[in-house]
């Protein structure tokens, strides 16, 4: 069983900053994979950007050179930077997590979603 817990969202001004963590726990070996996703109203779920074990990162490109992905493996938790927040960037946020449990079994979690509004 793996727990993910979202933090850090609230409503904010347009071109003011966020930062989102993610939270794992449970039976947890290694996080290989963590992501963030968000879905607006209306609109299907996208992957916002995503962290490899390796330090890798891909993003969308609405939020190239505004955000910013990491992860802390010792604390097994991720973080989403937003910086120069727009109104489109309002949405729940959802993170995403591939992870290894001590029997070597793989999982894929996600968080309960956090809600992030932009006001412009």
């Known amino acids: 069983q793996v727990t993910l817990v979202e933090s850090g969202g609230g409503l904010v001004q347009a071109g003011e900053s966020l930062r989102l963590s993610c939270a794992a726990s449970?039976?947890?070996?290694?996080?290989?994979?963590m992501s963030w996703y968000r879905q607006a109203p209306g609109k299907q779920r996208e992957l916002v950007a995503a962290?490899?074990?390796?330090?890798?990162?891909n993003y969308a490109d609405s939020v190239k050179g505004r955000f910013t992905i990491s992860r802390d493996n010792a604390k097994k938790t991720g973080y989403l930077q937003m910086n120069s927040l727009k109104s489109e960037d309002t949405a729940v946020y959802y993170c995403n997590a591939d992870t290894i449990a001590f029997s070597g079994r793989s999982f894929g979690s996600w968080g309960q979603g956090i809600q992030v509004t932009v006001s412009s």
């Open positions: 962290i490899t074990r390796g330090d890798s990162t």
């Open positions: 449970g039976s947890i070996l290694s996080i290989s994979r």
